[in-house]
């Protein structure tokens, strides 16, 4: 069986400060592992993905991830947020099917 | 290229009624996806469509149920619904079938109010 826990629900960050979202999963088939991002009223969007190959993975809008093994992680950061970076992320894991987190709230306090 | 579109944006509906979704998928994707977000539980998986057939189904009741169009276009039906069926319902839509390296592309969703 497949799942994804995101380890913090809402984290609040000062702009232009770094922030870490952390994402842990459980798969015991081959990994793929996603990093998604809802805005009010919309749909989600691919930030990056890990499906093979470099451990760090680099995506849009200047985050990053690093898949960890060992760790069974997935964590994502960014050096520097902006207000537009308030959204909801979703962290899945897919296998026969995909496998989201309940989601972590980033609000970037001006 | 259009994105994926969903309609209704929003609609409100009464405990006991049925309601239908729409999703059209991007041009030449034929795989249709189904999610249902609810605040606290994130996205749960309804089922999935890829030419015309369900390939895949999550742990919901029967009263949840789907279809798909010779041009990928997809429909999701709900019949009888209570009032925790109150949600966010989004669609993806991928070129390939299943999950794997599939990257999905997520409509604007469905918000649908069970009063």
């Known amino acids: 069986a497949q799942s994804v826990t995101q380890l913090d629900s809402q984290v609040p960050v000062f702009e232009e400060a770094p922030v870490e979202l952390r994402c842990n999963y459980s798969s015991s088939v081959s990994v793929y592992l996603f990093w998604y991002v809802q805005y009010p009223n919309q749909g989600l969007q691919l930030l990056l993905k890990?499906?093979?190959?470099?451990?760090l993975v680099k995506g849009i809008n200047g985050f990053e991830a690093e898949f960890n093994k060992s760790q069974t992680s997935f964590h994502m950061r960014k050096p520097s947020v902006h207000i537009s970076d308030t959204a909801e992320y979703f962290c899945a894991v897919s296998g026969n099917q995909f496998y989201f987190g309940t989601g972590t709230s980033l609000t970037v306090i001006p | 290229k259009a994105g994926v579109t969903q309609t209704p944006r929003y609609l409100i509906k009464t405990r006991g009624q049925q309601v239908t979704l729409s999703c059209s998928p991007i041009?030449?994707?034929?795989?249709v996806s189904w999610y249902q977000q609810t605040p606290g539980q994130g996205l749960q998986f309804l089922f999935e469509?890829?030419?015309?057939?369900?390939?895949n189904k999550g742990n919901f009741p029967g009263r949840f149920s789907g279809r798909q169009f010779s041009n990928s276009r997809s429909e999701m039906n709900v019949s009888t619904l209570e009032l925790g069926d109150s949600a966010l319902y989004l669609c993806?839509?991928?070129?390939?079938?299943?999950?794997?390296?599939?990257?999905?592309?997520f409509g604007a969703g469905s918000r649908l109010t069970v009063l």
């Open positions: 469509y890829f030419s015309e057939t369900q390939r």
């Open positions: 041009s030449g994707h034929r795989s």
């Open positions: 890990y499906l093979s190959g470099s451990t």
């Open positions: 993806a839509s991928s070129h390939l079938q299943g999950a794997g390296a599939n990257v999905l592309t």
